[in-house]
């Protein structure tokens, strides 16, 4: 019995010490380690901003187009006439975008079933202003198109801009003489309003 006892002493004195060097052994000895931390990461949105400016016959400098710019002017028209204006669309945020210029007819007179804006053509031209009614006439026939339908479309990257010559004939046919204030029509005037807009977003 005494030996059994001096058996179990002897164990547990020696599971203790194994314990004891263990845990000595833990505070003495480490693995390598390492670690990278960074705490100034900063995730910003883009912004998407585009804008559009003109520049008439004469004019020299670029003017920001808003909603009451009347960008093609005050003359008043008869067969014939033509008006040219620069158009530029620059992309002056931080992203890339997808652009669509259209004009859009808000009012139109209308005689006999016939309205204004059915006189009225839109091209693309070169950025020059010497688009005279007799060289106007010398533009392809398949390159008009009606002014409530024009329509103009790219892409920008940032800073990048896209300038255009637009020019709108009333191009002359026998429905003219509709239009003529003299020959008794009783409409306060005829006229056209043109809208133009600009829609942009975001080029995935």
Do not use: C
Not at 59 to 65: A, F, G, L, S
Not at 93 to 98: D, E, S, V
Not at 160 to 165: A, C, R
């Amino acid at each position: 019995m005494k030996r059994s006892t001096t058996k179990r002493a002897l164990l547990m004195s020696g599971l203790a010490m194994l314990l004891s060097i263990s845990m000595l052994v833990g505070t003495t000895f480490a693995w390598f380690t390492d670690t990278v931390s960074s705490a100034n990461n900063v995730i910003v949105a883009g912004n998407l901003d585009v804008e559009l400016y003109y520049q008439a016959e004469g004019q020299t400098d670029w003017t920001k187009v808003t909603d009451t710019t009347n960008v093609f002017g005050e003359a008043l028209w008869e067969p014939g006439h033509t008006e040219v204006v620069k158009l530029k669309v620059v992309n002056e945020g931080t992203l890339a975008l997808k652009y669509q210029l259209t004009l859009n007819v808000l009012e139109a007179t209308e005689i006999d079933g016939v309205s204004f804006a059915s006189m009225l053509k839109v091209a693309l031209v070169d950025d020059r202003f010497e688009y005279t009614r007799e060289n106007v006439e010398a533009i392809a026939a398949d390159e008009w198109q009606d002014l409530a339908t024009f329509t103009l479309a790219g892409k920008l990257d940032k800073t990048e801009n896209d300038v255009y010559g637009i020019v709108i004939w009333w191009q002359p046919s026998d429905r003219d003489d509709l239009f003529n204030m003299n020959n008794g029509k009783t409409v306060g005037s005829i006229k056209v309003s043109v809208g133009i807009n600009l829609f942009a977003t975001q080029d995935t």
